[in-house]
């Protein structure tokens, strides 16, 4: 009964959901085409995050039911690793501290152990440090974060920053944002937005997962979605967003 | 043990060459060690490292097999001192120099040595402390004059390895002069199970004397007792690395004496345990004058059944005001079958003081792991990257870089055999 479902970069069949035992994500619908990008807003607790993680391979949930596609290949029995080689990418909504791992270590190991997945060659150490030092000058990083611990010591703002480092630098084919925009003022939010879209391109797509309208002015989406208690219940352009933000999520909710 | 069997074995026992208050030494040091006897599961300084395994078995000396020391070497030492189952091998060593940098026993004629050593050896009342006085073969000598800077790294190396319950009573001495610095590293090897290394290292550092020391246990087998003592004068610094790669039973005890104002120590230790591995890591760092400065960490990185023991003592005496005291062990476990005895200890009798100690024990951080898997990385590489971020805080302090990095080579390959090991 599937239909050939190749040509999307992503694409979310009646998924279901569990955390222990209670359901977060009850039939979820979505559909992503190479070069689009979507934004899924939603009321605190409708499975945002959720999604997100599951998407990435976070091992935590029960996926109960529902098939997901990256460039029409099942990802579900995939390791998140597998995942991430394959062009995947999730930018976390709180960033994991690494101590003792320097951000330029991590990012090389990252950037090979992808490559060497997809049977290519390592990347030659300078190319790499040379496309690290212009990815960091673009977010209007301090070179020193270069060999600082992974997000150890970082204020909220710096280590949103290196999320969006680590996309620039993985130039993943599906990135998912997870409330990237949460904690940052106004300056730290368009220099996060000037990161992401200087990777918007026609072979690579973005599902933005935020609470507030405010990033999408930035961040312009093709389709904005409302996620309630764990399905996506209304779809539309981005005018979508600027209509939640006057009149809230009130009415809209999920026909279980 | 046997100490019948073990004195037939031993050179000094029958014939009456070597100098007389050595001969006494031993003959008093056996007398308390047959009075006092060795510890047992009662005794607290003993209490998670029971001893019986070693007093089980009847050591022998062992014979100078040098062979056994080429692969340990250290070519860029500027000095190597080289010792095989308790035996110097001078064809081995190079670079020694008589009377400042040598084998003890070459010291025995030489009346100035022989006071030092005297000094050195009244002390003892610990049971494995006084075996070693007992039945002393040799060990390293490094005596640095006043002022004197040594540039190069001296490199001690013990090997015991045999397959005949062979054990090596080893004595190490290094006085620094007023202001003299050194770096030494000292290296125990062995390969088999059937061995037990029982050493003694005397530390005296004089004012203003700069040591840095380290530690480097290599081979993944044997039994070793071991025992540092540091006495030190006014603003000298002893700066104090021990890498223990896993030996089948380990007892380390290391008591620093801070007993002039402006002395600084800094104790660093990385244990890597696996399989039915023991290890127990006693500190003891005694300020005993005002301004002194300590610092102490100790990591352990466990898998397998093994079981590691850390206890850590700060005492400060009520003269010793204004010091400066740090003290943290921190614990990762990778198996469930791991265990980890830890236990930092304060004594003060000074009222201003700045004293802090931590002790963590824990597994890896699973959020770390799947970030690190989310960008890319494979579990058992990202399992290995944060183990050896965790060890790496330790390697990091070691000044010498050529010894940081064989070190850490060695470290890094341990620590995936632990991974592997679960």
Redesign the interface.
């Known amino acids: 009964m599937l239909s050939d479902r190749s040509s999307f970069m992503l694409s979310i069949q009646n998924l279901h959901a569990n955390i222990e035992g209670n359901p977060i994500l009850q039939g979820l619908n979505l559909e992503v085409n190479p070069g689009e990008v979507h934004a899924i807003m939603g009321p605190n607790g409708a499975g945002k995050s959720t999604l997100a993680k599951i998407l990435?391979?976070?091992?935590s949930y029960e996926v109960t039911d529902g098939v997901v596609q990256l460039n029409g290949e099942d990802i579900l029995e995939l390791?998140?690793?597998e995942?991430?080689?394959k062009g995947l990418?999730?930018g976390?909504q709180y960033?994991?501290?690494?101590?003792?791992?320097s951000n330029s270590y991590?990012l090389r190991?990252?950037?090979n152990?992808?490559r060497k997945?997809r049977g290519e060659d390592e990347i030659d150490a300078y190319d790499f440090l040379k496309a690290l030092k212009s990815n960091m000058a673009l977010l209007e990083m301090d070179p020193a974060f270069k060999s600082r611990?992974v997000n150890v010591g970082f204020s909220g703002g710096e280590k949103k920053r290196n999320e969006i480092l680590?996309l620039l630098t993985?130039k993943p084919k599906m990135a998912l944002l997870d409330e990237t925009d949460s904690g940052l003022d106004i300056d730290a939010l368009r220099v996060v937005a000037k990161g992401v879209n200087s990777l918007r391109s026609p072979e690579r797509s973005f599902v933005v997962v935020t609470h507030y309208q405010r990033l999408l002015d930035y961040i312009v989406p093709d389709y904005v979605h409302v996620l309630v208690d764990g399905q996506i219940v209304r779809s539309g352009d981005k005018s979508l967003a600027h209509q939640l933000e006057e009149s809230g999520y009130a009415g809209m909710e999920a026909s279980v | 043990m046997n100490l019948d069997l073990l004195k037939e074995s031993h050179p000094a026992f029958g014939n009456g060459e070597e100098p007389s208050w050595l001969q006494g030494a031993r003959a008093k040091a056996l007398v308390e060690l047959e009075s006092t006897g060795f510890p047992g599961p009662r005794t607290e300084e003993w209490r998670y490292s029971n001893p019986k395994h070693i007093l089980n078995v009847n050591w022998t000396l062992g014979a100078s097999t040098a062979s056994l020391a080429e692969a340990w070497k250290d070519p860029n030492a500027a000095v190597e001192l080289v010792f095989v189952n308790g035996h110097f091998c001078p064809e081995q060593s190079r670079g020694f120099v008589a009377g400042k940098i040598t084998n003890l026993k070459s010291l025995l004629g030489d009346k100035n040595a022989e006071k030092i050593l005297a000094r050195f050896t009244h002390e003892d009342s610990e049971a494995f402390s006084a075996l070693n006085l007992a039945f002393l073969q040799d060990g390293a000598w490094i005596s640095i004059d006043r002022d004197q800077t040594l540039e190069g790294l001296i490199h001690v190396l013990h090997v015991t390895d045999s397959s005949s319950d062979t054990t090596s009573q080893i004595r190490n001495v290094i006085a620094l002069g007023t202001h003299a610095s050194a770096r030494v590293l000292e290296t125990y090897v062995s390969n088999t199970n059937d061995c037990l290394t029982n050493v003694v290292t005397e530390i005296q550092l004089a004012d203003g004397a700069e040591l840095e020391h380290t530690l480097w246990q290599r081979g993944t087998a044997g039994s070793k007792i071991g025992r540092i003592h540091v006495h030190q004068k006014r603003d000298s610094a002893y700066d104090g690395h021990s890498f223990w790669l896993g030996s089948t039973w380990v007892r380390n005890d290391i008591h620093v004496e801070l007993s002039e104002e402006g002395a600084a120590c800094s104790l660093n230790g990385l244990y890597l345990l696996g399989g039915k591995q023991h290890l127990d890591n006693h500190t003891v760092i005694d300020h005993q004058a005002p301004h002194c400065v300590s610092r102490e960490l100790y990591k352990g990185v466990l898998g397998g059944k093994s079981t590691g023991v850390y206890n850590g003592m700060v005492k400060v005496q009520q003269i010793a005001q204004k010091t400066d005291s740090e003290q943290a062990n921190h614990n990762l476990l990778l198996s469930d079958g791991a265990d980890i005895n830890t236990k930092p200890e304060l004594e003060i009798y000074a009222d201003d003081v700045k004293c802090a100690h931590g002790t963590t024990v824990g597994q890896l951080?699973q959020?770390?792991l799947?970030?690190?898997?989310?960008?890319?990385?494979?579990?058992a590489?990202a399992i290995h990257?944060?183990t050896?971020?965790?060890a790496?805080?330790l390697l990091e302090e070691i000044e010498d870089e050529v010894v940081r990095g064989r070190i850490e080579e060695e470290v890094f390959q341990r620590l995936a055999q632990i991974r592997d090991d679960d």
């Open positions: 990435a391979g976070e091992d390791d998140p690793e995942r991430a080689a990418f999730l976390f960033p994991v501290e690494l101590p003792g791992v991590f190991t990252a950037v152990a992808q997945a611990f680590q993985l | 951080d959020q770390a799947m970030y690190m898997r989310m960008r890319g990385i494979p579990k590489e990257i944060l050896r971020a965790f790496q805080e």
